[in-house]
């Protein structure tokens, strides 16, 4: 039998709120392996840090099971799990150096004075911050201060790693330095990592593998290529990343996983099928990323070679154009008061200039780029 570094088994975790009950976290179960890098994405109040805080211990579950390494929790203390935590404000003692800092766990633990500071330095080795020991925290930078507290979680040799919003309190272009070291790091000591964000970019950049909340559900579970390109609600396609979304009428399920909609003006086109998508017939969203759209100003806008029954061609009208750096961000009226977004890469100067607004053209795109959803 599979054993997980967790597995959490349809949590729940209520909260008395003003006489009634508030579910922060509803029926969640999922499996983390050994070594894996797992983000739990979502807006405030999704539930991601009270499902970490559960793992941890600091809360207990209303109903469901927590297990680490196979071992079920029930009763066991945060300080005796087989983990450990870092915070957004790093909770370091400022009248503590450095390596005292690191070492108070340990020495809490009856680890000897001696072996604490050697474990201490190879801690601070592994964060590339050698040779701070001696200074206390308010001589450090916040991304150094960062590292302290990684080390100082990393000493006692936990089992998981759990982090909540470590790199929130940082600048942007410290940030994502931070997010590959961390990620960097998390390959070189090859412990299971358990990150809350609601930074898109940061978990996709990131993790392995991504728990999408909201509500105190988990909508979706999957590689960041998943979560992106095979969104499973409206709310995965609209909270990662950009979004076209046209709503439409779905007319059949085809057995090859396509199905045809309607579109308002009567258009028929035909698009992916999410795997979760339950209707045979009604309304629906059609979910495209802009990136996946073409435009041309050429009567036949299909590269040569490709098949047109699988792709979707339709005539628009530019009727906005914002040039933003590496690509240039199209808005195009396909009819009926259709709107969506393109955004074409930039690769010379006159890329940017190509299409005008008010000029008539083609969009297009791979019937498989567009994902049909419930509405």
């Known amino acids: 039998m599979t054993t997980y570094d967790v597995e959490l088994i349809d949590i729940v975790k209520d909260f008395d709120s003003g006489g009634g009950k508030l579910r922060a976290v509803d029926e969640v179960s999922v499996q983390i392996a050994d070594g894996e890098f797992f983000a739990l994405l979502g807006p405030s109040g999704c539930g991601k840090t009270t499902t970490l805080r559960l793992i941890a211990g600091f809360e207990q579950p209303s109903a469901g099971r927590v297990l680490i390494r196979g071992i079920a929790m029930e009763g066991i203390p945060a300080y005796h799990r087989p983990v450990n935590t870092v915070f957004q404000d790093y909770a370091l003692f400022p009248h503590l150096t450095v390596e005292q800092n690191i070492m108070f766990g340990l020495e809490m633990e009856g680890v000897n004075k001696k072996e604490a500071r050697v474990r201490a330095g190879e801690s601070l080795e592994m964060v590339r911050l050698p040779g701070v020991g001696e200074r206390k925290p308010r001589q450090l930078s916040g991304g150094q201060q960062q590292r302290v507290a990684l080390a100082r979680a990393l000493v006692k040799k936990p089992a998981v790693l759990l982090l909540d919003e470590p790199l929130g309190a940082l600048d942007l272009k410290l940030r994502k330095n931070m997010q590959y070291e961390l990620k960097a790091l998390q390959r070189d000591v090859g412990i299971t990592f358990i990150y809350v ?61 396509f199905g045809k909609v309607k579109l308002p003006d009567d258009t028929v086109i035909t698009a992916q099928l999410s795997e979760t998508l339950s209707r045979p017939a009604g309304p629906v969203r059609l979910a495209i990323r802009p990136e996946r759209i073409g435009i041309s100003d050429v009567p036949n806008a299909l590269d040569g070679g490709v098949d047109a029954s699988d792709v979707t061609l339709l005539d628009a009208l530019l009727i906005d154009k914002q040039y933003i750096g590496t690509d240039t961000r199209y808005t195009a009226r396909i009819g009926a008061g259709i709107e969506v977004v393109a955004r074409l890469q930039n690769s010379t100067e006159r890329d940017a200039a190509a299409f005008t607004i008010g000029q008539s053209v083609k969009v297009s795109w791979h019937n498989s780029s567009a994902t049909i959803l419930d509405n």
């Open 197 to 257: 964000t609601h930074d898109q970019e940061e978990a996709i950049t990131m993790a392995d593998r991504i728990a999408v909340m909201n509500e105190g559900k988990m909508l979706q579970i999957g590689s960041p290529r998943e979560i992106y390109e095979r969104p499973e609600t409206v709310f995965v396609a609209d909270f990662i990343g950009e979004t076209n979304f046209i709503v439409g009428e779905l007319l059949e399920r085809g057995p090859d996983g």
